[in-house]
């Protein structure tokens, strides 16, 4: 989720970067981060924008899935200036696994689903992902949430406030409901 007057300038210059990447162009320069699919290491993925992608649901990650939180956390740090948590599918992965940022600690949620909820409020919200905005959304002012950490340890945990409603924004996201 992220602030709305500099992800809407950023998207749209993402969106027009992508469309321009993909034209009709010669593809003779590759990027970085295109030479190192494939490796072990660690990398700064692309944004999917594809809202056909995204209202996709997510499936239940495995430990196999690991390298995909390597990936969204590095990802999620490259954002920082507009973005505080990100799901896996906005990488182009269909598991679930979602980030969400405290300042210099990250949280890593896998297979995250919220067991208990109340108070709930009505808020505007931008994404990343997602061209437009801010939309309306509901969000509940407390959440308990059953997940597994980023060493496949199950917990469970109460949050409260902003780090709720940034779970609640990533954890649609999973569900493949477009905010
Ligand atoms: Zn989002």
Redesign the pocket.
Known sequence: ??NRFFVSIYIFLKFLYNKLKDGPWPKDQETPAEKTIGAEKSMVKQLVHDPMFLAQKSLPATKEDAQVITDLLDTLNANLDTCV?M?AN?IGVKKNIIVVSFGFAKMVMVNARIIRKKGPYRTE?S????LGGPRQAIRYGEIEVEYEDADFQKKRETFIGWTAQIIQ??L??VEGKL?
Do not use: T, V
């Not at 994404?127 to 997602?130: M, V």
């Open positions: 989720m992220c948590g799901a906005m919200e994404c990343a992902s997602l924004h990533e649609d996201h905010i």
